[in-house]
């Protein structure tokens, strides 16, 4: 393919504030980073830092803790908000004061609803009152394995709604006429949705995915909200761990790890876009 | 028949909503609470259940008074977010829409292998940029300074990419006819695009917005000096020391997020809706 000249140029201009900005604050850092998980000191170690962090119990745990909460608050947060999204659709018409009240949770900022969670999943806290009352036993949101689950309750209400929106939006994208000629056929709605609607869908899905990994990350922002620096070992995740290294400044150690954690995002990426690849049905 | 299923389905659509409202609501009741009972409310030492109570005793701007008039090291901190947030959000509208017109329209060398590139540093969670950030920062003699976290925000990637989708629905025959008018790339650029993507702006304005408004990661690492910090993170903090006027602390800091939304919201979900395409 040729270029011309001057489009290629004035390409150029545009993107180079961008492009000097990502060389000096990612990309550089990065390499630096890489480097430096090489090296203790100014010895060369090779992989050592790596098998030391695999050694590592806090490492291992933080890791377990991030791949349980992926792993279940993802796909739950798709589910939750696709059905929210084919409810909404399932309305003639509807104001958008819905919509925009789906979208609430993720304006209001983190650190303002604190004392709501505390009150509501505190040990004497509303949830708990009513479970009790209901004549189950307390549950410790705040020192049990629970706690996972209230981050992920947390997590799927914030971001439900604007994954929500994203949903409405690639479902009025799907053309009518397939919906009317599959019930010709006599599909079931749940055949329609299965075979009509997810098919036509999966561009969003994966913009949808996108958002909820980097979100997923964002998590950490709940976590130390609530939890501050040290939270208890079921909801200690990776972030905590490279934030806690800050204090004691363990660079070659911290290079590991953020190596590690990104090589995890980015399979966990290559994974979904050939799925996606796989199944798409618009290319 | 039909009507009583329309109804449970406005019965259940009412639910979510109040779920999702919820929070929000309970916040703002609770800011015009007096102290007192803002306290009892948060103890639980006492072991007793806690109720979800909504309606103040008594109407009170005890909590609003504290903080506006009593206590200056929150409006400090308040101060910090505006002025670690505001340049952020415009910095990167300014970097992204210049870009994002570039990646979507124009015809350069390497130019899908470079967004792919833009795209993994989408990706990328916070913190692990943040090592490598911090070691940058360090040798640019940043750290400590308000810069150090407007500029790697003012150049993530994340706008480009939003707004990259917006600018490609727009037909490539208006900016040919342009280009045949002769107008220069940078006239195209403020005539016939930026007019044309108001809704990716705003988005991108809100979540960018939020997303600074809400930092936590770089204060705590790149600050030594807690004077420093925004309200995001300090706030995270109050509970233990001043519950009395968490309520009201916590509203006045949603509030700046809430306007920016509602002024936008108008506009904000175009950019997603691509019936078009």
């Given amino acids: ?283 | 028949m039909k009507k009583t299923k329309l109804i449970f389905k406005y019965i259940l659509l009412i639910l979510i909503v109040l779920v999702f409202l919820f929070p929000m609501v309970y916040m703002l009741a609770g800011s015009f609470m007096p102290q007192s009972q803002v306290t009892t409310m948060l103890d639980f030492t006492n072991e007793e259940y806690k109720n979800i109570e909504l309606i103040p005793e008594k109407a009170s701007g005890e909590q609003y008074y504290q903080v506006f008039f009593r206590r200056p090291e929150y409006l400090e901190k308040f101060w910090n977010s505006v002025v670690m947030t505001f340049p952020t959000v415009i910095g990167q509208t300014v970097v992204s829409a210049l870009a994002a017109f570039a990646f979507a329209k124009l015809n350069f060398p390497f130019r899908d292998k470079l967004f792919f590139v833009y795209i993994i540093l989408l990706i990328l969670p916070l913190q692990v940029t943040l090592v490598p950030n911090y070691m940058v920062l360090e040798n640019l003699n940043l750290l400590n300074n308000f810069l150090a976290v407007i500029l790697p925000g003012t150049f993530s990637a994340f706008g480009i990419c939003l707004l990259r989708q917006s600018i490609k629905y727009i037909p490539d025959s208006s900016i040919e006819a342009a280009r045949i008018d002769g107008a220069g790339y940078f006239r195209i650029f403020t005539r016939i695009i930026l007019p044309q993507i108001k809704g990716g702006l705003v988005t991108l304005v809100l979540l960018t917005f939020i997303d600074n408004w809400n930092i936590v990661e770089q204060p705590l690492i790149y600050f030594e000096d807690e004077g420093m910090y925004p309200l995001s993170v300090t706030l995270g903090d109050i509970g233990n020391s001043d519950f009395g006027i968490v309520f009201a602390c916590g509203v006045m800091f949603m509030v700046v997020p809430l306007l920016i939304f509602a002024y936008g919201q108008k506009d904000i979900d175009s950019p997603f809706i691509s019936t078009d395409k």
């Avoid at chain 1, 969003?204 to 979100?215: A, D, P, S």
């Fill in chain 1, 1 to 283: 393919m040729k270029y011309k000249r001057k489009e290629a140029f004035a390409a150029l201009i545009f993107i180079l504030p961008s492009l000097i900005g990502i060389a000096v604050f990612y990309v550089v850092p990065y390499i630096i980073c890489f480097v430096k998980s090489l090296f203790i000191g100014n010895t060369f170690v090779g992989l050592n830092n790596y098998l030391e962090l695999f050694t590592n119990k806090t490492f291992l745990l933080a890791l377990k803790n991030t791949g349980i909460f992926t792993v279940i608050a993802i796909p739950l947060l798709m589910l939750v908000s696709f059905l929210i999204a084919l409810f909404l659709n399932s309305f003639k018409s509807i104001s958008g004061f819905f919509r925009s009240s789906l979208l609430i949770p993720v304006v209001v900022p983190i650190a303002s609803l604190v004392s709501v969670w505390q009150l509501l999943f505190d040990d004497y806290g509303a949830v708990n009152g009513l479970l009790n009352y209901l004549g189950f036993d307390t549950v410790g949101f705040f020192n049990s394995p629970f706690s996972m689950v209230m981050i992920i309750i947390i997590y799927v209400w914030k971001y439900c709604g604007f994954c929500v929106v994203l949903f409405t939006a690639g479902l009025a994208g799907v053309p009518q006429h397939l919906y009317e000629s599959a019930r010709l056929d006599g599909a079931s709605s749940f055949k329609m949705v299965t075979k009509v609607t997810l098919p036509m869908i999966t561009p969003t899905t994966f913009f949808v995915f996108l958002m909820e990994i980097i979100y997923s990350f964002k998590i950490f922002r709940e976590v130390f909200a609530i939890f501050g620096d040290y939270p208890n070992e079921n909801v200690y995740f990776l972030q905590n761990f490279i934030n806690n290294n800050y204090y004691n400044l363990n660079y070659p150690r911290l290079s590991a790890a953020s190596i590690v954690l990104s090589l995890f995002i980015v399979l966990l990426l290559l994974v979904f876009y050939l799925f996606e690849r796989k199944n798409s049905f618009t290319q």
